[in-house]
């Protein structure tokens, strides 16, 4: 019997090389791909998560766990059964004028691991590239990060555009980022605002078969 | 968590020249005005011992030779023992910073808000509360139980902090006897006289009076507590532009005598006898005549005192984290930093006061000591200062992160993240929303909240049943 608690304590001290090691092994001894990935990568993130929201952990680890966590996934993802162009897809940036990726790169991370495409735009985006990358990947979810209280304001230009364009009804809006609050999410019209990337994550996972089906 | 005795010299007010001139001015003052004593067996042994003696007028004048061998003779290093618990164990001298309580106050600032006289249940409560503060260092006995009679106030005092803290202990005392049945009760624990000696829990503060007066009463104590080889300070705590000169210089240069004078007559006693350097520098208040616990001058005085301390190589009693304000507030906040990082920085050893005091040292407050323990941290941080080598030098990091590349995810990062920065308690760091989110609580209230966990799930080593059982048979007077 392969022992999980090896990829998860790889994930745990943010070692991608041990995870990635062992996630090799998981699968050349014939476990189920999604198992691995159950068991053994989201498992780890899990405990993670769990840390992190009673301040056991510090951001630095988390992105040291993801960054482990990424590194098993890579591995799976050749035999993972869901494939990407079956998934739900996401579309993911920085607002225009803000250079933040770090909290990015978490969403990134952790939207991956629960079967989401990522379509990844980088960091400062501007509105009419949001909204060209709507027409063009038809997602489920738009998702917009901002770092700076000067560039939050952005978010809602890019959700006004999407109305010019017809575009608002077909996608989700999602908002996140230091500056970022409930209020503002609501003021500027998204759908939605995650105070983490972990609540962003652990709502995917919950809602994955409704919006895949949709 | 930082643990004390970390080492600084990173402030230094006095040039090594200033620090022989206030040496010179004080043995001038010794050696002319001297000190007044009034227990007759004090003056006869300094008589004894080679000083001026003046009868008629209660004089001792010390030369400067008598003082130097005094100094000589006085331990350079006081260790002042954790009970039962050697990790809490504090070695006063050189440049080593511990921060704690103070006394002696006459009241509380409860939780309800409300000020009201202190009681022998908030000496338990305050040695239970800073026994679960890991920035709170010792215990000074910081309040007095106003319900007793003067007879039991010292043993109840003693008895109710070592039974509520196994951190290093330091209280003044109010009468006489108080002294044998306190150290009675402290070698009962110790299992014997000589092993409290040899490892003492407990210490002693008998004061002299500004300007450099020995009191008849007092006087006894502290040569009871040398003769019998305990730690003590004698707290001299000159007024400037009252009780000392209105410059700092003079109040320094006072200060120093009344402290040297202390290691002197303790010294003359018994010869290597532990005894602190003991400064409580203060300013009066020039407007309303009011005294001054928690100015900048008393900071820059404290830190200077440590220099003097340095100089003479004797462990030091300072004072710090000190406030004259009413309630923790933000007077609070910024004296308490101001007087606790001065002396800190200067490398001074036994900084009391530095938790739970408001009210110039007439009151305590419990949210305040939880305040001060994060004062404390953080005093201690910038005691820890940088540390300079190839490993925290990052280069090697900085090149692989390269330009425009962020730090976050670096191992180094995580490795070290806990033990650079310093993690308060009780400030709010979260945004706007989340603070509004978490109730919109202010220090107070927060310090509040982590208090009464505290005092409600944290319980220290009690003095074992049985000793106990003795101890309340010799001390009937014990609550």
Known sequence: MFDYSLIINGIIEGDAQTVQQFTKQALREKYPPDKILERGLIAGINIIAEKFKTERVLVPEVLRSTRAMHAGMAELQPY??????????????????????????????????????????????????????????????????????????????????????????????IVGGTPITVEFAREIGADYYFEDAFELKNFLQDNFNKLKNK | MLKGGIESNALKFLTDEDIKKIHQASMTVLAEAGVEIHERAALDLCAEKGARVDYDRNRACFNEDLVMQAVET???????????????????????????????????????????????????????????????????????????????????????????????????????????????????????????????????????????????????MLMKISKAGLPVATSCAPLAGATSPVTLAGTLVQLNAEA????????????????????????????????????????????AAAQM????????????????????????????????????????????????????????????????????????????????????????????????????AEKQTAKKMRTEFYYPKVSNRTNYAGWEQAGCKDTWTLAEEVARQILENHTPDSIPEEIDKKIREMEPGIK
């Open chain 1, 80 to 173: 993972l059964k869901i494939k990407p162009n079956t998934s739900v897809k996401a579309v993911l940036g920085t607002v225009a004028g803000d250079l933040h990726d770090i909290g990015k790169f978490l969403v990134n991370m952790l939207v991956s691991s629960v079967g989401v495409t990522v379509i990844d735009l980088g960091v400062n985006v501007s509105p009419k590239k949001f909204v060209d990358a709507v027409r063009r990947e038809r997602p489920v979810f738009l998702m917009m990060s901002a770092l700076l209280t000067t560039t939050m304001w952005d978010m809602k230009e890019v959700i006004d555009e999407l109305i010019s364009a017809g575009l608002r009804e077909q996608v989700k809006v």
């Open chain 2, 260 to 303: 040297l004078s202390g290691v002197v007559l303790s010294q003359l006693v018994h010869p290597g006898a532990p005894i602190l350097y003991s400064a409580v520098p203060t300013i009066m208040d020039m407007q309303t005549m009011s005294f001054l616990f928690g100015s900048v001058e008393s900071g820059i005085m404290n830190a």
């Open chain 2, 74 to 220: 006085a331990p350079s290093t006081v260790t002042i023992y954790g009970r039962g618990d050697d990790s809490r164990n504090i070695t006063l001298g050189g440049t080593k910073v511990y921060m704690g309580t103070g006394g002696t106050a006459l009241n509380v600032i409860d939780f309800d808000r409300k000020r009201r006289k202190t009681t022998v249940e908030d000496i338990a409560k305050t040695a239970r509360l800073i026994n679960g503060l890991d920035n709170i260092h010792f215990f000074v006995i910081p309040c007095y139980p106003n319900e007793l009679d003067t007879e039991v106030v010292d043993v109840n005092r003693f008895y109710h902090s070592i039974n509520n803290t196994t951190k290093p202990i330091m209280g003044g005392l109010f009468t006489e006897d108080g002294v044998d049945r306190v150290i009675n009760m402290a070698a009962e624990i110790a299992g014997g006289l000589d092993k409290l000696v040899e490892r003492p829990f407990i210490s002693f503060i008998s004061s002299i009076l500004s300007p450099l007066k020995f009191d008849d009463v007092r006087t006894r």
């Open chain 2, 309 to 408: 301390a340095q100089f003479y190589k004797l462990p030091l009693y300072s004072t710090g984290g000190i406030s004259d304000s009413k309630q923790p507030d933000q007077q609070a906040g910024y004296e308490k930093v101001l007087t606790a990082l001065m002396p800190a920085l200067a490398g001074a050893n036994f900084i009391h006061e530095a938790a739970g005091q408001l009210d110039s040292g007439m009151t305590i407050s419990y949210a305040q000591y939880v305040i001060d323990n994060d004062i404390n941290g953080q005093v201690m941080r910038a005691v820890r200062g940088i540390e300079v080598d190839e490993y925290t030098l990052a280069a090697e990091v900085i090149t692989k992160v390269g330009p425009g590349g962020n730090f976050l």
